[in-house]
């Protein structure tokens, strides 16, 4: 068993910057692929960034060259720097852990969550 905690989100205006943790708990966080989703209201779970047990990286077209995923194994901990935010980036982010190779792109593939973190971009 896994568990999530996000932090990290808040207001900030367009052009702003964000830096979302994600801390798990478990003996086992440095075999997980971990993925970081969000949700605005009235739209569906979409993905944003993962990063696999060895570090590599997989990000949305829409944030790719703003965002950043990375892990620090020894901290238990996956991070989502956030930069030159829009507003079209406001929603709740969570993080996903799921163990093995594959790093998915699907929500439903990834088998524990966080509870998330509201993140609200001005313009």
């Known amino acids: 068993q896994v568990q999530l905690v996000e932090s990290g989100g808040g207001l900030v205006q367009a052009g702003g910057s964000l830096r979302l943790s994600c801390a798990a708990s478990?003996?086992?966080?440095?075999?997980?692929?971990m993925g970081w989703f969000r949700q605005a209201p009235g739209k569906e779970r979409e993905f944003v960034a993962a990063?696999?047990?060895?570090?590599?990286?997989y990000y949305a077209d829409s944030v790719k060259g703003r965002f950043t995923i990375s892990r620090d194994n020894a901290k238990n901990t996956v991070y989502l720097q956030m930069n030159s935010l829009k507003p079209e980036d406001t929603a709740i982010y969570s993080c996903?852990?799921?163990?093995?190779?594959?790093?998915?792109?699907?929500?439903?593939?990834?088998?524990?969550w966080g509870q998330g973190t509201q993140v609200t971009v001005s313009s």
């Open positions: 990063i696999s047990w060895s570090g590599s990286t």
């Open positions: 478990g003996r086992t966080f440095s075999s997980y692929a």
């Open positions: 996903a852990a799921r163990g093995g190779v594959i790093v998915p792109q699907l929500p439903y593939l990834y088998d524990y």
